[in-house]
């Protein structure tokens, strides 16, 4: 039996650079899936309601809510920033406007915070009755903030994909 040891060596290289290929396209495939996977976690129109239930009683909590809102709604969500209980007073205007957490001294104050989320098209929406307890009226809203009614509160939350509670 004739072998030719060169025609061999060729074989087993084509081999090995067959299976180099196929192992390097299926790695460069699933790094393309991952990242069109990280591309699929845009919002892509999501409804998310970020529940807001503090003030100045929890400054810190507050302004993550707001951060967190404005980043998810820069990611083409539709993000509600639905206030209750002391989480109302972010949108009277009689309350401090320039209310900061922490020591950078160049941290936005909450309702820069605020303004910001609604200058990407976020929604402020205040309870109710909350409002009502503290004398809150339409006329004492920051600019952009509605009262929601009842039916506006159901459809909201009926209508959400995800509700964030703070």
Known sequence: MDINIASS???LVAGLLFM???VTSSLVMA???DHDRKHERECNGQEIVVHLKRHIEDLQGAITAT???TLMQSK????TLFLTLGG???ADT?????LVFGND????????AVSAFQGLGGTVAVCPACAGEIGLTPDDLIPGATIFGPDDIAELFMEADKVLDF
């Open 105 to 112: 001294p160049m941290a936005p104050t909450l309702q820069q």
């Open 67 to 69: 951060r967190l809102a």
């Open 31 to 33: 790094d393309k899936q």
């Open 88 to 90: 109302v007073r972010l």
């Open 20 to 22: 180099l290929t196929l």
């Open 76 to 79: 083409s969500c539709d993000v």
């Open 9 to 11: 060596s060729r074989t």
């Open 94 to 98: 009689r309350m401090p406007q320039d």
